[in-house]
């Protein structure tokens, strides 16, 4: 059995070139993801908090790897209870697409016929404050941040927090 | 170990001010909260049906503590179904954003790139009803009113339900 | 056709002129309701249902009593499965908001800021297909229908039934 | 106490003997039932709460209709947050299955065989301390108890607040 | 009574003859099934609610096709809430696992090492009531029964509908 | 290609030219459907993920049955894992709805009237992807397609792989 | 108005001694309560991951403040993705039911009428590792850990963390 | 920023012996991880079905990643609906706890006290039929199979798909 291991998210499409009788036989078993590690999200989810609690701000913010399960996720003391879902969505929304929620956001607002992404999935919202995480040019992870009195706020806690622990 | 007790959400931000490394050994271990008493709570949801009943409309009136969650929930003999629900997420939309939800709803109407606010969290609800209970300058739980014909009447049941309560 | 007088949901509002301090004693322990009964539920419900076939639609026709749970239910042979749960929640919303569905369908179009409506309750729908069932001035249930090409279609077969059968 | 004498669940079994062909005309339209008046559901809520809390339990007390939804929800400032359900669907199992769940309770324990009944439908729960509640023979309501150290103490609790109010 | 002869659930399985490679040309674009009519799906469900009705049990009927996604449900005027789903699972059960439920039942009373099954699938319910439609040696979907006293008696009024209309 | 030739989907409407008093003896117990055999939905599914990989797109490809259930489902390496429910929502609802998603989607767009309709069902997406497989007249099942950057995009990699398997 | 600090879950219960007819003016508006603060949650949680990591245990730990909500969650590298679920919902119970989950569990084993508590509440486990976490002889919150190879083992992490931290 | 490759699964625990002060400068940012290809998965979940079929077993076969999410699913024609969710949650169950279903079927017979776990998450299923797929010491993936009649058969399907295509 051969194995490669592939740069995840920027590997040639080796599969799609496999002969379809005998792919089982000759296309790698597996292939590899790197994924932001455990102390990196606890060290993101805990920066970014600060950078809110700094500007006044309780706000949830949560870390998930590339499946867009949380790793880490931290709520300010008087953060509302929404935010921990709200928190996790936009960081699920941006690791699954891959973008800022904020762009998905506008896509949305400038594009009425898009609208019903909104339904797509229980997991994504389309709000400002979900930003990927990206190493080495692959996205690792992804930062969601709620609370803040305005999308832009969330986002620049995540912005800060990633500029202070990567 | 330290303990502060906290006048709930009008603290200073002590948690970002401490440092990193050992916040676990000076930060306060606990934060206090204030949240309205059960009492208060079955006063005002029959306070509040009784006042909507005495124009007419049947409603389900629900209180909610600062997590959100349900203290006193009545429903009048004739209000439809759907107002246990309606009734809840305009009291949960209150507590968790701290704000009338009228005010979110025109918030959405007006911006419409902040629909996607409506898919956040099942337990949101953007329509006029649900009302933040403040005693002392804090929130302490928020009521909402469903089942009235129109916001604005489930809004004058809960407003004077709150003056006739608190 | 035979048919039981009840007073419910035009009684007048006892409760609310029952003093507080007392109540438990002097109002009435219980209020009454007229439902409609299962055999007409299963008479409208398949009659619907012929209605839409003879015109080459399939459908799916649900009845509901005064909570909003189904009382029958009955689906055409190629009529989508989303049939059932459209035309469920059209019952529903129907009996729990007292109106057609029509009427909220053009409720929310020309007022965009009550769109949050729909997402107040899973159980709701705001298109048109749903018609309260009233007899003796009581909404004594619902019907709702779903599959037809066009939501003034499936009112046809709903209005259709409900001429026939009651 | 006065009470509106109602005939609902002990009416005859008018629809079986309808024949088939021809039941839609000659059945009856509606049946009747009564279910527990809002204002006396908010009185056996308000009851059974304060009978716990003179015994120190902290407990939520719920009140449901016939159809099984909530009238009435009450809970004391210490209870649990999963009282909330507990309650809530001890009231709905015995009114659906119009049995206190303490028998339930035993009949699940002693034949396993039935122990899917727990798999039935999450409104559904096998613990003592929900108890229909009878008017003139019928079943108008249900009302569950959760929260005390004991599922007889909540037992105590629903049954005290049937006799002081009822 | 007239019916269509059909042959699936009887072909023989073509698929796993077909060699891998070249499947996508050679093995059957489409298999064929046969499913219970939805007039007789309704015929079944109100044979069934009649049959219990005559012996006093209030119950509901649901009738499933070969996915296991109603065609009709019919509930008795005093039938509790959960029937709606116990009879509509019961149904599913039956058809999924082309057996009566009242062996499952059986098999996870005899085999404790089997009761995660009861955790597979919030559509499936092991108690007697579910038992598949078999026509020409082909499961053409299935009747569920829920809210007799008695497992087996849900039973008696699936079997006798089945007797008395296919 | 080989296919068995079946009548589902433009059978004439016998049920509603059958008369009510006695149709269950009279009307056809069963009604049979063609559906898309396992092997050819394993094709579609694989070749659609070989055409969007192809173009450098990484997407799931799911197609359903008649009845909206899975057949196959097939995920690229790197697809978002939103893609798994889009492309299976997408599929849903064509099959349900018997359309192209794009149509329901433009419907949806230049009627805004129509909007409730994306809150009618969990399984419906209104978005591009979506494409029914029609065989001998007969809708046999439905495909779907997420994760191209486009729903114009999705549905190419769909109808290539149409056109290439069946 | 009145209001009172009350030192929450030790209060004497001021309510039920208040007279039904009055107790809105009487009894306090708000009772306050102790919940474990932000920082020292992540503290808490961080050192469970860490004291799980030292015997080579991929755990999930997660804190939740007195309603039961996430305040913090961490999960390790090679976690699996049930552990999420699993720790969230043992600090759940601990809070809710103000006992060690360990005690709980036992109760279940020996006591099996009590069986039914596995389906209150999705957010209950009655597995080994949810501790509630006491200061001043209040509960202010529980931290639960779930990933070990054996849940005495994720107590032994929880009991670690709760000592090096509080 | 340092970055370090990982085997995964079997890296030594690094995180555990950073600092906690510094390790957001000090730890790795990412750690790395082996799945199973979708090549191999689609080839998997297809020998599995064709495994079973030519025993005369109608099964679905689900391929999951590291995540517990689903990578293939192919269903047999005849294969019963529930047949989806119990290979998807067998898979789900072997991956997230790294041990074969089978395993876990048996410890939780013989330790009743063990019975909870079946309620930990709606996506864990403890009956045989599900496998980790293990390459170079690290569980890449999981393959579930779900209809054969018994639990062990649906372990052989498995385990020759195993054997035959890595």
């Not at 701000?57 to 929404?82: C, E, K, M």
């Not at 960081?91 to 339904?119: C, D, G, V, Y």
């Not at 995480?133 to 690792?140: D, K």
Request: with cysteine; charged share 15%.
């Amino acid at each position: 059995m051969k194995r490669l291991t592939l740069a995840a998210f920027t590997s040639s499409l080796i599969f799609s070139t496999t002969s379809f009788g005998s792919f089982a036989n000759e296309a790698p078993a597996t292939s590899s993801f790197s994924q932001i590690s455990s102390s990196s999200a606890f060290s993101l989810a805990h920066e970014a908090v600060k950078q809110c609690e700094a500007k006044g701000y309780n706000v949830t913010a949560t870390v998930v790897g590339v499946s867009g399960n949380v790793i880490a996720q931290l709520r300010s003391d008087n953060a509302g209870t929404h935010t921990l879902d709200s928190s996790r969505q936009k960081a699920f929304t941006a690791m699954s697409m891959k973008q800022p929620t904020a762009n998905l956001m506008k896509l949305i607002a400038e594009k009425p016929i898009m609208q019903p992404l909104q339904t797509m999935d229980d997991n994504l919202l389309f709000l400002a404050g979900g930003m990927p995480i990206t190493i080495n040019n692959a996205v690792v992870g992804a930062i969601g941040v709620g609370g803040a009195p305005g999308g832009h706020l969330d986002v620049e806690c995540a912005d800060a927090a990633i500029k202070a622990v990567l």
